[in-house]
């Protein structure tokens, strides 16, 4: 089984600054990656995914995250975040040959005006 | 295209009764799983059916949960009887047959047991 660690759990950010939530997981072997947010109320929306390809990837918000396979990291970051980014983010990972999801305990993030 | 619906959107129980969640997933979507996240949590896979077929419920407590998918469309998830620590919000998800790397979620069941 996958282990997925999100080591910060609240993370407040002034408007327009950038921020950086990291995410760590357990196993060498092949995985797909994947960051969730979740809006007050409301259920996990898909924010982007790593498949194959680019490591570099990046949502239609202005989030990117880049998957590092020796460091066993896909950390999300934005250059400049806004108000309407407050949220819980959720990493997650699948193995390729697998089909269970393992999501961390996510990273509550607040932007301050 | 609608989305995963689930019903109803919040519970609140005492201890010991019976509870039962609905979820109608994303028309097509072969996959449909259930997930529990409690509080300060990340979701947990409880089980995951394909069409009316368990794929899965390895982490699903099974003297007190039960989940059914009759007709490969519906599911049910219930919980009989309920404990204070079954408190979570159930969130159910459905992806296409083979894709299990695009799941959409429901906006989920707050469940509160006092």
């Known amino acids: 089984a996958q282990s997925v660690t999100q080591l910060d759990s609240q993370v407040p950010v002034f408007e327009e600054a950038p921020v950086e939530l990291r995410c760590n997981y357990s196993?060498?072997?092949?995985?797909?990656l994947f960051w969730y947010v979740q809006y007050p109320n409301q259920g996990l929306q898909l924010l982007l995914k790593?498949?194959?390809?680019?490591?570099l990837v990046e949502s239609i918000n202005g989030f990117e995250a880049e998957f590092n396979k020796s460091q066993t990291s896909f950390h999300l970051r934005k250059p400049s975040v806004h108000i309407s980014d407050t949220a819980e983010y959720f990493c997650?990972?699948?193995?390729?040959?697998?089909?269970?999801?393992?999501f961390g305990t996510g990273t509550s993030l607040t932007v301050i005006p | 295209e609608a989305g995963v619906a689930q019903s109803p959107r919040y519970k609140i129980i005492e201890k010991r009764q019976s509870v039962a969640f609905w979820c109608n997933p994303i028309s097509g979507h072969a996959t449909l799983y259930w997930y529990q996240q409690i509080l300060g949590q990340g979701p947990k896979l409880l089980i995951q059916?394909?069409?009316?077929?368990?794929?899965?419920d390895s982490q699903l407590p099974k003297d007190r949960f039960s989940a059914e998918r009759l007709k490969g469309v519906d599911s049910t998830l219930k919980i009989q009887p309920a404990k204070l620590e079954d408190s979570a919000v159930y969130l159910c998800?459905?992806?296409?047959?083979?894709?299990?790397?695009?799941?959409?979620f429901g906006p989920g069941t707050r469940l509160t047991v006092t």
């Open positions: 997650a990972v699948s193995e390729t040959h697998g089909n269970q999801f393992y």
């Open positions: 196993s060498s072997v092949s995985v797909y």
């Open positions: 790593y498949l194959s390809g680019s490591t």
């Open positions: 059916f394909q069409n009316n077929g368990v794929v899965d």
């Open positions: 998800a459905s992806s296409l047959w083979g894709i299990t790397y695009e799941q959409y």
